[in-house]
């Protein structure tokens, strides 16, 4: 039987692509722990629309979508985890990717009732879970930031998670407006 554990992470360390040692305390693995984080938010996400196809067949699309973005944050955790760039691991995450982000929020923004005030983070479960990988898609974005002071990081990638937090702020809404969850405004 293969076993799960290694043991080679015991004192501290893990390895990167490259085969390098770092400490687990190192910027790298607080941007992978933040996008391996929210990659696990959206699988729960998914989760809870999955739930609600039946009731509204609208929300399908929106868990392929957020399938492919699982997929693509492995990728950029991939790619992350064999910087400096010692390996050619590009991640195919690109300018396609990010337009294709902003064609999402087009589209689901021009249904949507017009945003007056802020609006407390809730709604349906789904979409409570979504604002909450939105919070978590924006420490990612800041521990990427603080890597990219050290070493270079493609600019694409900045574009591609700033822009995911826009889109999953777009999902909660579209998820809780085609659920009938009324948005709740910030209260003074």
């Known amino acids: 039987m293969t076993k799960i554990y290694t043991k080679t992470g015991d004192a501290g360390e893990s390895g990167l692509v490259d085969g390098r040692r770092a400490g687990k305390d190192e910027g790298i693995f607080w941007v992978i722990g933040s996008v391996d984080e929210l990659n696990a938010t959206l699988g729960l996400a998914v989760s809870e629309i999955n739930g609600y196809i039946a009731e509204n067949p609208d929300v399908v699309k929106i868990i392929t979508r957020l399938e492919k973005i699982q997929t ?16 050619n691991n590009d991640s195919s995450i690109d300018e396609g990717c990010v337009s294709e982000l902003e064609n999402h929020i087009d589209e689901w923004w021009g249904n949507l009732p017009p945003l007056n005030n802020f609006i407390l983070p809730g709604g349906m479960r789904a979409g409570a879970v ?40 777009a999902a909660a809404r579209f998820v809780n407006s085609r659920l009938g969850r009324e948005e709740r405004i910030m209260l003074d």
Not at 72 to 87: D, H, Q, R, T, V
Not at 145 to 163: H, Q, S
């Open 72 to 87: 693509n944050l492995f990728k950029l955790g991939a790619e992350l985890a064999a910087l400096p760039g010692l390996l």
């Open 130 to 169: 979504l604002h909450q990988s939105r919070t978590i898609c924006r420490r990612a974005e800041r521990d990427l930031v603080a890597l990219g002071r050290t070493v270079v990081i493609r600019p694409e990638i900045y574009r591609y998670v700033n822009r995911l937090s826009d889109w999953l702020f």
